[in-house]
């Protein structure tokens, strides 16, 4: 499974490969650490990395996920690929527009070579049993859509390109 987060304006990608059961290679921006998995509860686990052992308890909402580690609490909040794109200065270069996690394309709305205006939808996106419009996050011309209704697709995806 790979998955990008971002943590003060800094992209981490991380990828989980299951080496046996309960047993993961976690990397993270290419740095590799070996993972062991204790489920304790639906919410509570211990991981073993690197031989130190972590005591997680995560409580999630539609905002955010809250997770403890050993304690110390951690605030994670869930953002859209646009609104993270967003944020982001140098507007008129091209665009591609990644999703997070793995999904489907319910519908395709715009077309290549089309012009969209910022936060307009270009595509909605089915993940967790939630229907996403997945929106321009520049004005341009859609130069690029790698998918059409009723695909699936995996975290990281390049969804489509607008310049």
């Known amino acids: 499974m790979n998955f990008s987060f971002w943590l003060e304006q800094k992209e981490f990608k991380v990828i989980l490969e299951e080496k046996a059961k309960n047993n993961l290679l976690v990397s993270v921006n290419k740095q590799g650490f070996d993972v062991s998995v204790e489920f304790i509860s639906k919410n509570e686990l211990l991981l073993k990395i690197n031989g130190r052992v972590y005591n997680v308890i995560v409580n999630s909402n539609s905002l955010s996920h809250s997770v403890y580690v050993n304690g110390r609490l951690f605030k ?88």
């Open 76 to 163: 994670i909040e869930k953002r859209l690929a646009f609104e993270i794109l967003k944020g982001e200065k140098g507007r008129s270069r091209k665009r591609e527009v990644k999703i997070t996690m793995p999904g489907r394309v319910v519908q395709v709305i715009a077309r290549e070579g089309e012009e969209v205006q910022e936060g307009q939808a270009v595509l909605v996106l089915e993940a967790m049993k939630m229907q996403n419009e997945i929106k321009s996050p520049q004005a341009g011309k859609i130069s690029q859509i790698r998918f059409k209704a009723g695909d699936y697709v995996e975290a990281g995806a390049i969804l489509f390109a607008v310049e």
